[in-house]
């Protein structure tokens, strides 16, 4: 009888014991580790802090710099509220406040797991299409989540896998006897929940700004008559903008982007459009033709004796750097008045390509220009700028402009390049300075002629041979041109029921960027080479020409 009473006393103090450690701890602080594919990712850590039924998880990176976003976010289980708070590099805090539900859309499984000596259960679910698996442990009393709507009352997750590829898994429990008080002091801009993610995403994005509303036209305008000046620059009665930039000198880290907004001030027309760079690191540049005349600048002759200005690599000179070749629409924003069923016309196009390859060019001070063909007194008007996203590290490829045909000077007389293919092929000699590795041509390339015979609706084969050995034979042709028929209010309307902006065209659309081709040679040896560029371009019909307008550049790994 005296063990009994002694075995129950004994029983008595252990549970009075244990419920005293459960009611002292007053703070739960979880470590999680990341894994990707299974593998663990050192570099990454998330602590939740949980007290008085309140959240804080706060995620970490040893990859961290110093100018990175510091964000936490605060889950309050009582008024089931996520508030996120950031303090951005330039010291600026914001903030955002949102509502959840918790325990809803969650689907219990009947799979347990041990994890950090505490057991768990499952369930999933399925937000924004990403499949959730999550294991939570009862055994701690209180409730906890790294995302808001997967928290369960009186559960605490310890492992969240996303899609079977992301996973976050608790290495660490501590239970703390101070209590915390989790909530933060807001202060700072309160945003909309859409607003402070933009936010926070575009805060490490380092954006230069070549041209705001900028307007490009034909008029007579008098040319300027130097280049000493940070202010924008017109030539060609106005069709060409150009300015020197200072853009990032440490870019091996980022991916880069030239980002044009364009809409009509009252060319009803679809033009062509150039982005580029004017190299001028050897004796003769493109500005010389701008500022002196197309007389200025080196000569191609094709077989019949035309000559070509400036569209060509020499010892001497280096043609534009063609960035991004784009097509205005048929009048966006100037002739949104137009109606048509169901077309609900936006104020602009948004050109955006990715001009990461030519991250050696891109720093430092550097001449941008942009080009518009028209013969508009109201012409277009344009916004440019080139953005630096932050991405891994990587070596900037080596650079070698080879050829540009666009004739960007055409509104001062530059040759129109149609007899250079005409039985004949586009020929440049070139060197290349050091050896280099998995080298290719980024090569653009759009046919023009714009009649039922013409270029612009015919295809055509392009080949390119480098040192006699042919390296790529293909028809640029864009199909897809019917796709975007709500940038092109002035676009005319034909009676099979087609608009002329869904035809298919030679290599591009209006209101389409005209996607590059990579060429792939291999490795290339230091040295004199030869390129060459065949296109069989069509025959004019009384007064009207094809042509075409293609650029290249030899790009490759030292």
Not at 40 to 58: F, G, K, Q, W, Y
Not at 81 to 88: D, P, S, T, W, Y
């Amino acid at each position: 009888m005296k063990k009994s009473l002694l075995l129950l006393l004994l029983l008595s103090l252990v549970i009075q014991i244990e419920a005293k450690d459960k009611k002292d701890f007053k703070t739960v602080r979880i470590t999680y580790q990341i894994s990707f594919n299974n593998k663990p990712d050192s570099t990454l850590t998330t602590v939740m802090e949980i007290s008085d039924n309140v959240a804080r998880i706060n995620s970490t990176s040893t990859r961290q710099e110093k100018d990175d976003v510091i964000q936490n976010i605060y889950l309050d289980y009582i008024n089931n509220k996520e508030i996120k708070v950031a303090q951005l590099n330039g010291g600026e805090t914001i903030y955002t406040i949102r509502t959840f539900t918790i325990n809803e859309g969650l689907t219990p499984q009947p799979e347990t797991e041990k994890i950090a000596g505490y057991n768990c259960k499952k369930v999933t679910a399925s937000i924004n299409s990403n499949r959730l698996e999550i294991w939570y442990t009862t055994e701690l009393g209180v409730m906890g989540s790294m995302q808001p709507g997967t928290a369960i009352p009186e559960g605490v997750v310890l492992k969240i896998v996303r899609n079977g590829q992301r996973e976050e898994k608790a290495t660490k429990v501590e239970l703390l006897k101070e209590e915390t008080n989790l909530l933060p002091s807001l202060t700072g801009s309160q945003l909309s929940a859409p607003a402070y993610n933009y936010k926070i995403q575009q805060s490490k994005v380092i954006s230069v700004n070549v041209f705001d509303k900028q307007s490009i036209y034909f008029r007579d305008i008098p040319k300027p008559n130097d280049v000493n000046t940070t202010e924008v620059l017109q030539f060609a009665n106005g069709s060409i903008v150009l300015k020197k930039v200072t853009l990032p000198a440490d870019n091996a880290d980022y991916s880069i982007f030239a980002e044009l907004s364009q809409h009509s001030e009252g060319d009803a027309y679809d033009r062509t459009g150039s982005v580029f760079i004017v190299p001028t690191n050897r004796k003769q540049s493109f500005l010389d033709g701008l500022l002196k005349g197309k007389e200025a600048l080196p000569q191609y002759t094709d077989k019949q004796g035309t000559k070509y200005e400036g569209m060509t690599v020499t010892n001497d000179y280096l043609p534009p750097l063609e960035l991004m070749r784009f097509y205005t629409s048929f009048g966006v924003k100037g002739f949104n008045h137009i109606q048509v069923a169901d077309y609900n016309w936006p104020d602009s196009v948004v050109f955006k390509q990715e001009i990461t390859d030519y991250a050696k060019e891109l720093k430092g001070e550097v001449w941008v220009g942009t080009w518009i063909g028209n013969y508009a007194e109201k012409g277009h008007n344009v916004s440019l700028k080139i953005k630096y996203y932050p991405n891994e590290k990587k070596e900037p490829k080596e650079v070698y402009p080879l050829f540009a045909t666009v004739n960007i000077m055409e509104m001062a007389g530059q040759a129109y390049p149609e007899g250079m293919f005409r039985n004949d092929s586009l020929t440049v000699t070139f060197k290349t300075d050091t050896d280099l590795k998995n080298a290719y041509i980024r090569y653009i390339s759009t046919g023009h002629g714009g009649w039922g015979g013409g270029d612009e609706f015919n295809p055509k084969l392009n080949e390119l041979f480098l040192d006699n050995n042919r390296i790529i034979a293909y028809t640029p042709w864009r199909e897809d041109c019917g796709s975007y028929r709500e940038l092109n209010p002035a676009s005319g309307n034909f009676s099979n029921g087609l608009s002329s902006s869904d035809l298919s065209r030679s290599g591009w659309c209006p209101g389409m960027v005209s996607y590059p081709v990579y060429v792939h040679i291999g490795d290339i040896k230091a040295g004199e080479h030869q390129l060459k560029v065949a296109i069989p371009v069509g025959d004019p019909e009384g007064s009207s020409r094809s042509y075409w307008c293609i650029s290249g550049a030899l790009v490759g790994d030292k």
